[in-house]
T-cell receptor
Framework: SAVISQKPSRDICQRGTSLTIQCQVDSQVTMMFWYRQQPGQSLTLIATANQGSEATYESGFVIDKFPISRPNLTFSTLTVSNMSPEDSSIYLC?????????????FGPGTRLLVL | GENVEQHPSTLSVQEGDSAVIKCTYSDSASNYFPWYKQELGKRPQLIIDIRSNVGEKKDQRIAVTLNKTAKHFSLHITETQPEDSAVYFCAASYYPPGNTGKLIFGQGTTLQVKP
């Protein structure tokens, strides 16, 4: 399976600021996904990022709050803008591994964000 | 859109017993059903998955069953061990041929295996 890394692994931020999270994959993948996992909760899809096109956002998530870049087939960033304490969560990227089958999604280690 | 319900929210078993976690989904078009295990402070790890053309799949102590008619699928863990203690998530998705889908996750089950 693909090896996925995220930076930073954790951060403590002040409200009103923005944080950009990076996701790097060791192989080329078509689709990358960004999820939010609030404390003690399940995973919620924020958006799907396809290289060379605008990200597709899920209901309840907007580009102004969570801008995403996908400059190539191995890298993506998610920015959490104008943060509030409610944004304190784990943010995870995932990829569809083309081998053996595309439906399989693997997750990065996550970025633990605390907003004060 | 798809909705996935997962039960129970917590499950406590004695080491060596079996554990069963159940999920139901709403979209009859869903055709891919993975299960993830998340240990405390770690990323979700895929442990087993099943596609809609299969009714059951087994991998050592783990098995998943799918009932498309009833729109539910279950995770079975036999001979549980303390290291099985974790949060388990089910998910469902519709993958059109040659296209991508999106995973909708259940609420999670916290499994505790007592030594």
């Amino acid at each position: 399976s693909a090896v996925i890394s995220q930076k930073p692994s954790r951060d403590i931020c002040q409200r009103g600021t923005s944080l950009t999270i990076q996701c790097q994959v060791d192989s080329q993948v078509t689709m990358m996904f960004w999820y939010r996992q609030q404390p003690g909760q399940s995973l919620t899809l924020i958006a799907t990022a396809n290289q060379g096109s605008e990200a597709t956002y899920e209901s309840g998530f907007v580009i102004d709050k969570f801008p995403i870049s996908r400059p190539n087939l191995t890298f993506s960033t998610l920015t959490v803008s104008n943060m509030s304490p409610e944004d304190s969560s784990i943010y995870l990227c995932s990829v569809e591994d083309p081998y053996p089958l595309e439906e399989t999604q693997y997750f990065g280690p996550g970025t633990r964000l605390l907003v004060l | 859109g798809e909705n996935v319900e997962q039960h129970p929210s917590t499950l406590s078993v004695q080491e060596g017993d079996s554990a069963v976690i159940k999920c139901t989904y709403s979209d009859s078009a869903s055709n891919y059903f993975p299960w993830y295990k998340q240990e405390l402070g770690k990323r979700p790890q895929l442990i087993i998955d099943i596609r809609s053309n299969v009714g059951e799949k087994k991998d050592q102590r783990i098995a998943v069953t799918l009932n498309k008619t009833a729109k539910h699928f279950s995770l079975h863990i036999t001979e549980t061990q303390p290291e099985d203690s974790a949060v388990y998530f089910c998910a469902a998705s519709y993958y059109p041929p040659g296209n991508t889908g999106k995973l909708i996750f259940g609420q999670g089950t916290t499994l505790q295996v007592k030594p």
